[in-house]
């Protein structure tokens, strides 16, 4: 599967995965080539570990889902890391995401200057409750493959 996507570099491969102690295991054998990035879902403290996992592999972007968000996030360790993703719980059941806790995530990002995607707020009716955080939509991207 790496092979194909080192050899489709008109393409950008985004992986995500919540098993990051396999990643991490394999991913000295994995062809990382600048169009494969790599990212780790997060969605709440008690899955910080896939972060420290994810710093230790050699992809060209590494990036953190943090969706969806539930519960906040502060102290993200983001050394390393090269763009983060946050949305909310979406459909039947879904659980509400706290303004704060994206707040305090974007507060992050700006500090460690690593761009901020919020995709959505969720909810049962993910199309009545918008992107939108404070007035503004996030659509950052790391540049040329990284951001720092």
């Known amino acids: 599967m790496f092979a194909t996507m080192r050899d489709c570099p008109q393409h950008t491969f985004q992986i995500l995965t919540k098993r990051s102690a396999r990643l991490r295991d394999l991913a000295q054998y994995l062809d990382w080539a600048p169009n494969i ?33 539930l519960g906040p996030l502060d102290d993200l360790p983001l050394d390393g890391i090269h763009w983060v993703i946050v949305g909310g719980e979406s459909g039947p059941g879904a659980r509400p995401m706290q303004a704060d806790w994206v707040r305090a995530i974007l507060e992050q990002c700006r500090r460690a200057h690593v761009p901020f995607f919020f995709k959505q707020w969720g909810g049962v009716r993910k199309d009545l409750t918008g992107r939108e955080l404070d007035g503004c939509t996030y659509d950052e991207m790391p540049l040329n493959g990284r951001q720092h």
Do not use: K
């Open 37 to 69: 990035w790599m990212g780790v879902s997060v969605e709440n403290r008690r899955v910080i570990q896939r972060i420290h996992d994810l710093q230790t592999v050699p992809a060209y972007v590494r990036f953190l889902s943090c969706e969806p968000l």
